[in-house]
C-alpha cells in the first residue's frame, strides 16, 4: 500500500466514555478549575440541565436552556448576558449538537473551558466547528477556542432519543466520515477512524431501529459518533456539507434529516473522483457500491430518502444549485451546474443512486 506523506494534527481534548459517566461530571468540571459553572440546554432537555446543575451542587451558578438549532446569535447574546453578570468561569452542556453549538459559540467570545455531554451522534463536540445564524445566513468557522475541553459520553442518556432522530443523527455522523475519506486534508490515521465509525454505525443504527433501548446497539452508535466527530475536526468539508448548509440555510430544513437525503448522492457525485475514499465507505458498509449502500441504509433505518417530504419545495432547486456552486467548497470532483441539478432532483424525489449512470 502506498501511504505518501500527510499531516496529522491530534486535537487536545479529553473523553469519557461509558454507562454511567455522568457521575464524573463533577470531578471533571474540578478537573477544569470551573468553580461558577453556566449549564446550557435546548428547552426540551431543560429537566436533564436541572438535574446536571443539582448534581454540581456549588460549582453551577446558572443554568441557561435557550438553545436552539443552527445557533442564532440572539440567542448566544442572551447568554452572553448571564456569563458576564454571574461571572461563568466555564460551560457545561448537555444535548445535541444544538446545545453544543451555543456552549461553542460562548468559548469562542470568552474562551471559556467546556465540558459536553452530548446526547444525539451529531459530533459537534469533537470539532472545533462552530456554525451560527446570523442575519439569516449561516456562517462557519473554525477557531481552537471553540474545541471542547471535555466530552463525556453517557449512553445512557441517549436512550431516550426516538428512533427517528437516531436513525437521521447517525446518519449525519456517517457523513462527516464520508467527507474526511476524499477530504483535500485527510490523512490514513483520520481514514481508519472513519471506515470504523461508518461500519459500527451501519451495524448499529438498524439495531435501534427495530429496538431504541438495545444498549449495546446506542453504544456503538455513541462510539461511531465520536469517531465520525473526531475526522469532521480534523479534516475540511467538501460537496455534501455545501449542500446540507445550504438547505439549512436557505430552505430551513432540518438538519440530520438534511444530511440524511442528501449523503447518498453527493457520494454518487464524487465517487468517479474518489474510488479509495469509495472502497472504505463500501468495506465499512459491506456493499459493493458506496452510494447505493448509504442510501439502503438510510432506507433500512427509517430516515427520509426524499427532500420533497422534508419540506424542500420542488420549485426551489434551481436556486438551491445556484447557491451551491455560487460560494463553493472544494470538492474532489469539479462542480458542474447542470450535474449538480441532477443531484438535487435525484434527492428530491428520493430516487437510489444507480452505478450504471456513472
Ligand atoms: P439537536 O441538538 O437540535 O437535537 C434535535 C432534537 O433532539 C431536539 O429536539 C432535542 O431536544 C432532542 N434530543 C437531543 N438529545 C435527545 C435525547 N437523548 N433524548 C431525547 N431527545 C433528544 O440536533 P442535532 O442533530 O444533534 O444537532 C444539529 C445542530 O448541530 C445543527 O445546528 C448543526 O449545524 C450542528 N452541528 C455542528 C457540528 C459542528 O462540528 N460544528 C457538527 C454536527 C452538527
Same mark, same amino acid.
Given at each position: 500500500?502506498? $501511504? ?9 481534548? !479529553?473523553?469519557?466514555?461509558?454507562? =454511567? ?21 435546548g ?6 440541565? =436541572? ?22 446569535v ?34 469562542? !467570545? ?29 456562517k ?5 477556542? $471553540? ?16 428512533? =427517528? ?13 464520508v467527507?474526511?475519506?476524499?477530504? !483535500? ?86 465517487a ?37 417530504? $422534508? ?13 451551491a ?18 443531484l438535487?432532483d ?9 452505478? !450504471?449512470?456513472?
Amino acid at each position: 500500500m502506498a $501511504i505518501g506523506s500527510f499531516v496529522y494534527q491530534g486535537s487536545p481534548q !479529553r473523553v469519557l466514555f461509558g454507562s =454511567g459517566t455522568l457521575s464524573c461530571l463533577g470531578e471533571e468540571v474540578q478537573r477544569l478549575g470551573i468553580r461558577s459553572a453556566l449549564v446550557v440546554s435546548g428547552r426540551e432537555q431543560k429537566s436533564r440541565a =436541572g438535574e446536571i446543575a443539582r448534581h454540581l451542587g456549588s460549582a453551577c451558578r446558572a443554568v441557561f436552556t435557550g438553545a436552539k438549532m443552527h445557533t442564532p446569535v440572539e440567542i448566544t447574546d442572551e447568554a452572553m448576558e448571564i456569563v458576564a453578570r454571574e461571572s461563568i468561569d466555564g460551560i457545561v452542556a448537555v444535548g445535541g449538537g444544538s446545545t453544543t453549538g451555543l456552549g461553542k459559540a460562548i468559548a469562542f !467570545r470568552t474562551d471559556l473551558p467546556q465540558v459536553v455531554v452530548p446526547t444525539t451522534y451529531a459530533g459537534s463536540e469533537m470539532t472545533n466547528i462552530l456554525g451560527e445564524i446570523v442575519a439569516g445566513s449561516k456562517k462557519t468557522r473554525r477557531d481552537p477556542k $471553540i474545541l471542547p475541553e471535555t466530552v463525556v459520553y453517557d449512553v445512557d442518556l441517549t436512550l431516550t432519543l426516538p428512533a =427517528g432522530l437516531s436513525a437521521t443523527s447517525g446518519m449525519n455522523a456517517i457523513a462527516h466520515a464520508v467527507e474526511g475519506l476524499y477530504a !483535500r486534508d485527510g490523512n490514513p490515521i483520520l481514514s481508519i477512524l472513519a471506515e470504523e465509525g461508518i461500519r459500527v454505525l451501519a451495524s448499529a443504527l438498524p439495531r435501534i431501529a427495530g429496538n431504541p433501548t438495545d444498549k449495546d446497539a446506542r453504544e456503538d452508535a455513541l462510539y461511531g459518533a465520536c469517531l465520525c466527530g473526531t475526522v469532521l475536526g480534523g479534516t475540511s468539508m467538501a460537496l455534501h456539507h455545501k449542500l446540507c448548509h445550504v438547505l439549512g440555510g436557505s430552505f430551513d430544513l432540518p438538519h440530520a434529516e438534511t444530511h440524511a437525503v442528501v449523503l447518498p448522492h453527493a457520494t454518487a457525485y464524487n465517487a468517479s473522483a474518489t474510488p479509495g475514499a469509495m472502497t472504505h465507505v463500501a468495506q465499512a458498509l459491506a456493499v459493493s457500491d458506496a452510494a447505493g449502500g448509504l442510501f439502503d441504509l438510510a432506507q433500512s433505518t427509517g430516515a427520509p430518502t426524499a427532500l420533497r417530504d $422534508i419540506g424542500m419545495p420542488g420549485d426551489g432547486l434551481e436556486r438551491a444549485a445556484d447557491l451551491a456552486i455560487a460560494d463553493p467548497y472544494w470538492n474532489p470532483r469539479p462542480l458542474d451546474r447542470t450535474e449538480i441539478r441532477a443531484l438535487l432532483d435525484d434527492a428530491w424525489h428520493g430516487r437510489r443512486p444507480d452505478p !450504471r449512470k456513472r
